[in-house]
């Protein structure tokens, strides 16, 4: 009886991670396919119809915040707890992954006040879908 006792703390013990990292690049990648597509349909909407330069800049944030929001959701779905910090390490990858795109499109590697800006978000919101991830996920016994 005892050892059918340990086992089964040795599992739970096995089970109760705090962070996935492949939950986290699995967040990331979907999130970043999602961001292209939107992203897509948004130019063809933003090319074909008068929106302002001031109304595009807010379509991409709202773009890249839904994303980053399903990024920490993701994320936190694969732990048990710790959602607010795993959320917040994908919306880190992403903002980096980010800057360093934008770095080597530009040629330009320089941190500005946008780009802590994207970080600042980034950990925002992708903080507030780990929560959402961790809180809906079924719990288990």
């Known amino acids: 009886m005892k050892r059918l006792s340990e086992r089964n703390v040795k599992d739970n013990a096995e089970t109760d991670t705090s962070f996935d990292f492949i939950h986290t690049l699995k967040g990331v990648v979907i999130s970043y396919f999602l961001s292209v597509v ?3 349909i948004f130019s063809i909407i933003a090319v074909y119809s008068s929106l302002s330069d001031n109304m595009v800049n807010i379509g991409v944030n709202v773009i890249t ?3 980053l929001i399903i990024c920490g959701f993701i994320a936190a779905k694969g732990v048990r707890c710790g959602g607010l910090l795993n959320g917040a390490f994908s ?3 992403y903002a980096v992954i980010l800057y360093f795109i934008g770095c080597a499109v530009n040629l330009h590697f320089e941190f500005t006040l946008s780009a802590l800006t ?3 978000m980034s950990i925002i919101c992708g903080a507030f879908g780990g929560v959402l991830g961790i809180n809906t996920s079924k719990k288990r016994r």
């Open 38 to 40: 939107l992203l897509f």
């Open 65 to 67: 915040a839904l994303s």
């Open 91 to 93: 919306g880190v990858m």
């Open 118 to 120: 994207v970080f600042i």
